[in-house]
C-alpha cells in the first residue's frame, strides 16, 4: 500500500470520528468547537488532533477528550487514546480568528455549562491569551522530548501534602544518579505527579544541557516495546534508552499485568541503574501495591526513595487556584479563590478545570468573574447544597444573628455568648461544604478536629430535640441557600 492510501485511510477514519462527534453536539457547539479541529496524526492506537491554541486545547482536554475517545472507538471498534496538540495553523494571536466565534455570535458554553438566560456578549478577552505557549522540545536520540513548561518547580505550590514528594524531586534534578535512585513518586489522579516529572526535565536540562533525557509515558513504553516486537526490532528499541543520562516513565503501573513488558522494563532499569543513570517513576499506587508487579520490579522501585503526593490542604488548594489564575491571566477575588478551593478537594486538575470553566462563562457573559458566576459555571459539578457557601459566608451570617464580631469568635474566650455561635458555624460548614474537620478548626485558629467533631455533635442534639433552635438553624441554612434536611 502506498503512503498516500495510507494517509488517505487515516484521514477518512478520522472524518467519520468528526461525523460521530457532530451527532454528539449542537450544530453550535460543533462549529465553535470542532470546525477547526484537524488531524495531526494517527498512529496505531495513538490519535492526535490538532487544535488553534492552549485556550482550544485546555477546553479539548477537559471538556472534549473522553467524548473524541469514545467516538474513535466507536469509529474503530478499538482502543484509542487522544490527545490535543496546538496545530501550528492557526492564523497569528491578534488576528481574531483565533477566537472562537469572536464576531457575531459567541461561543456555545462548552458541554456541561448551562446555557445562559440571558443574551450574551461576545467573550470579553482574547481566548488564546488564557495561556502562555506550553511546549518545548528538546532531548534523547531523534526523539523529540515534550515537556509542559508549565509543570516547572517554580509553578508547583508546595505545602505538607507534596512538600516530600517535591523535595526528593528538587533533590535528583540536582543530583543525578546520587541522591536516590530511583525515584518513585505516588499518588491518586489529578495530584501533580505529572508535573512534578516534567520539572525534573527542566531543571536537570538547565544543569545538564549536554545530557539525554528520555520522557514517556509507561503506555508508550509499552506501545513501542510491542510495536518492536512486531517489527522484530526489539533491538533499536533497547538502544533508545542504552545512552539516556535521566530516565523518567509516568504512570509506571500501566506495567501491570503485561509480563513482556515488565521483563524488559526490568532489563532497561538494571542497565541504567549499573551506569548510575538517574531513574525516575510515577504510579497511583505504591511499588508494593501494584498488582501483579514482579517482585523484582517492587523490590527495585523501594531501592532509591518512594515519596507520596497526598490529598492538598484548603490553602495548598487556594494558593494553586491563585497561582492557576495568574498563569492564566485570570482575575479573580479572594471569595472565588475560596469557593473554588472548598468546593474541589481531591483533585489538582478539577481545580483547574473549575477555573477554567468560571473564566470561560465569564467571557460569554462578558462579565468579570464573581461568586454568582463562579457557582453558575459550576452548578452541574458541585452538590447541590454546597452551592456559593463558604465558611466566610456562614461566619458573616452567624455572626450577625448573633450579634458578636469574628474576632470575638476566633478568640480563646469561652462563655456562652460566644461558644454557641461558633459552635453553630462548625456545625453549618460541617453539613453545608464539603470542609474536613481539621479545616473547619484551622478556621478558628488552629482548634483541632475532636474539638470540631464535638462541637458538631453537641449542635446535633439540639438539632433533633430543640425546635425552636432547629428552625434557626434551618432558617439560617436557607439564607446561605443550603438545606439540613438534604443533607447526611
Ligand atoms: P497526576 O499526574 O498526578 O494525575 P498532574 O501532574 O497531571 O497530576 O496534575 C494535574 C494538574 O494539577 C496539573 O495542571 C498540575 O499543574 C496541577 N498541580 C498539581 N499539583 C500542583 C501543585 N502543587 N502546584 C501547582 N499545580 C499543581
Ligand atoms: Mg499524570
Given at each position: 500500500?502506498?503512503?498516500?492510501?495510507?494517509?488517505?485511510?487515516?484521514?477518512?477514519?478520522?472524518?467519520?470520528?468528526?461525523?460521530?462527534?457532530?451527532?454528539?453536539?449542537?450544530?453550535?457547539?460543533?462549529?465553535?468547537?470542532?470546525?477547526?479541529?484537524?488531524?495531526?496524526?494517527w498512529q496505531g492506537s495513538n490519535l492526535?488532533?490538532?487544535?488553534?491554541?492552549?485556550?482550544?486545547?485546555?477546553?479539548?482536554?477537559?471538556?472534549?477528550?473522553?467524548?473524541?475517545?469514545?467516538?474513535?472507538?466507536?469509529?474503530c471498534?478499538a482502543p484509542v487514546s487522544?490527545?490535543?496538540?496546538?496545530?501550528?495553523?492557526?492564523?497569528?494571536?491578534?488576528?481574531?480568528?483565533?477566537?472562537?466565534?469572536?464576531?457575531?455570535?459567541?461561543?456555545?458554553?462548552?458541554?456541561?455549562?448551562?446555557?445562559?438566560?440571558?443574551?450574551?456578549?461576545?467573550?470579553?478577552?482574547?481566548?488564546?491569551?488564557?495561556?502562555?505557549?506550553?511546549?518545548?522540545?528538546?532531548?534523547?536520540?531523534?526523539?523529540?522530548?515534550?515537556?509542559?513548561?508549565?509543570?516547572?518547580?517554580?509553578?508547583?505550590?508546595?505545602?505538607?501534602?507534596?512538600?516530600?514528594?517535591?523535595?526528593?524531586?528538587?533533590?535528583?534534578?540536582?543530583?543525578?544518579?546520587?541522591?536516590?535512585?530511583?525515584?518513585?513518586?505516588?499518588?491518586?489522579?489529578?495530584?501533580?505527579?505529572?508535573?512534578?516529572?516534567?520539572?525534573?526535565?527542566?531543571?536537570?536540562?538547565?544543569?545538564?544541557?549536554?545530557?539525554?533525557?528520555?520522557?514517556?509515558?509507561?503506555?508508550?513504553?509499552?506501545n513501542?516495546?510491542?510495536?518492536?516486537?512486531?517489527?522484530?526490532?526489539?533491538?533499536?528499541?533497547?538502544?533508545?534508552?542504552?545512552?539516556?543520562?535521566?530516565?523518567?516513565?509516568?504512570?509506571?503501573?500501566?506495567?501491570?499485568?503485561?509480563?513482556?513488558?515488565?521483563?524488559?522494563?526490568?532489563?532497561?532499569?538494571?542497565?541504567?541503574?549499573?551506569?548510575?543513570?538517574?531513574?525516575?517513576?510515577?504510579?497511583?499506587?505504591?511499588?508494593?501495591?501494584?498488582?501483579?508487579?514482579?517482585?523484582?520490579?517492587?523490590?527495585?522501585?523501594?531501592?532509591?526513595?518512594?515519596?507520596?503526593?497526598?490529598?492538598?490542604?484548603?490553602?495548598?488548594?487556594?494558593?494553586?487556584?491563585?497561582?492557576?489564575?495568574?498563569?492564566?491571566?485570570?482575575?479573580?477575588?479572594?471569595?472565588?479563590?475560596?469557593?473554588?478551593?472548598?468546593?474541589?478537594?481531591?483533585?489538582?486538575?478539577?481545580?483547574?478545570?473549575?477555573?477554567?470553566?468560571?473564566?470561560?462563562?465569564?467571557?460569554?457573559?462578558?462579565?468579570?468573574?464573581?461568586?454568582?458566576?463562579?457557582?453558575?459555571?459550576?452548578?452541574?459539578?458541585?452538590?447541590?447544597?454546597?452551592?456559593?457557601?463558604?465558611?466566610?459566608?456562614?461566619?458573616?451570617?452567624?455572626?450577625?444573628?448573633?450579634?458578636?464580631?469574628?474576632?470575638?469568635?476566633?478568640?480563646?474566650?469561652?462563655?456562652?455568648?460566644?461558644?454557641?455561635?461558633?459552635?453553630?458555624?462548625?456545625?453549618?460548614?460541617?453539613?453545608?461544604?464539603?470542609?474536613?474537620?481539621?479545616?473547619?478548626?484551622?478556621?478558628?485558629?488552629?482548634?483541632?478536629?475532636?474539638?470540631?467533631?464535638?462541637?458538631?455533635?453537641?449542635?446535633?442534639?439540639?438539632?433533633?430535640?430543640?425546635?425552636?433552635?432547629?428552625?434557626?438553624?434551618?432558617?439560617?441554612?436557607?439564607?446561605?441557600?443550603?438545606?439540613?434536611?438534604?443533607?447526611?
Amino acid at each position: 500500500m502506498s503512503d498516500s492510501v495510507a494517509i488517505n485511510d487515516v484521514q477518512d477514519r478520522f472524518d467519520r470520528v468528526m461525523a460521530q462527534v457532530r451527532t454528539r453536539l449542537s450544530k453550535r457547539q460543533y462549529q465553535t468547537w470542532f470546525e477547526r479541529a484537524s488531524l495531526v496524526g494517527w498512529q496505531g492506537s495513538n490519535l492526535v488532533v490538532g487544535v488553534p491554541n492552549r485556550f482550544y486545547q485546555v477546553w479539548f482536554q477537559s471538556k472534549f477528550s473522553e467524548m473524541v475517545r469514545e467516538a474513535a472507538e466507536h469509529v474503530c471498534r478499538a482502543p484509542v487514546s487522544v490527545a490535543f496538540e496546538i496545530d501550528g495553523q492557526a492564523p497569528p494571536a491578534e488576528d481574531a480568528a483565533s477566537e472562537p466565534e469572536a464576531t457575531s455570535s459567541p461561543p456555545a458554553p462548552p458541554a456541561r455549562m448551562e446555557q445562559p438566560q440571558t443574551a450574551v456578549a461576545a467573550p470579553a478577552a482574547p481566548m488564546q491569551d488564557v495561556y502562555p505557549a506550553p511546549f518545548t522540545g528538546s532531548g534523547a536520540e531523534d526523539v523529540p522530548l515534550r515537556l509542559n513548561e508549565l509543570y516547572s518547580f517554580d509553578n508547583f505550590i508546595i505545602g505538607p501534602s507534596n512538600s516530600v514528594a517535591h523535595a526528593s524531586a528538587r533533590a535528583v534534578a540536582q543530583n543525578p544518579g546520587r541522591a536516590y535512585n530511583p525515584l518513585f513518586i505516588h499518588g491518586s489522579v489529578g495530584l501533580g505527579k505529572t508535573h512534578l516529572l516534567h520539572a525534573v526535565c527542566h531543571e536537570f536540562l538547565q544543569r545538564f544541557p549536554d545530557d539525554r533525557v528520555c520522557f514517556l509515558s509507561c503506555e508508550e513504553f509499552t506501545n513501542e516495546f510491542v510495536r518492536s516486537l512486531q517489527r522484530n526490532d526489539v533491538d533499536s528499541f533497547r538502544a533508545r534508552f542504552r545512552n539516556v543520562h535521566l530516565l523518567v516513565i509516568d504512570d509506571i503501573h500501566f506495567l501491570k499485568g503485561k509480563e513482556r513488558t515488565q521483563e524488559e522494563f526490568f532489563h532497561t532499569f538494571n542497565g541504567l541503574y549499573q551506569s548510575n543513570r538517574q531513574i525516575v517513576l510515577s504510579s497511583d499506587a505504591a511499588p508494593n501495591e501494584i498488582p501483579t508487579l514482579e517482585d523484582r520490579l517492587v523490590s527495585r522501585f523501594t531501592w532509591g526513595l518512594v515519596s507520596q503526593l497526598e490529598q492538598p490542604e484548603m490553602e495548598t488548594r487556594m494558593a494553586i487556584v491563585r497561582r492557576k489564575a495568574e498563569l492564566m491571566h485570570i482575575r479573580i477575588g479572594n471569595e472565588v479563590v475560596e469557593f473554588i478551593a472548598s468546593n474541589f478537594r481531591n483533585n489538582i486538575r478539577e481545580l483547574e478545570g473549575a477555573l477554567l470553566s468560571t473564566k470561560a462563562y465569564a467571557d460569554v457573559l462578558g462579565q468579570p468573574i464573581s461568586l454568582e458566576i463562579a457557582a453558575a459555571a459550576l452548578k452541574q459539578s458541585l452538590k447541590p447544597a454546597g452551592l456559593g457557601i463558604t465558611l466566610e459566608r456562614i461566619t458573616q451570617l452567624v455572626c450577625e444573628h448573633y450579634g458578636v464580631t469574628v474576632a470575638e469568635l476566633r478568640s480563646k474566650r469561652r462563655g456562652r455568648s460566644i461558644s454557641e455561635p461558633r459552635q453553630v458555624i462548625m456545625f453549618l460548614a460541617r453539613k453545608l461544604t464539603k470542609l474536613s474537620l481539621q479545616e473547619i478548626g484551622d478556621h478558628f485558629g488552629g482548634r483541632d478536629h475532636s474539638t470540631v467533631l464535638y462541637a458538631v455533635r453537641q449542635v446535633e442534639k439540639r438539632y433533633k430535640t430543640d425546635p425552636n433552635f432547629a428552625a434557626l438553624l434551618e432558617r439560617l441554612a436557607d439564607r446561605l441557600g443550603g438545606n439540613l434536611r438534604e443533607e447526611s
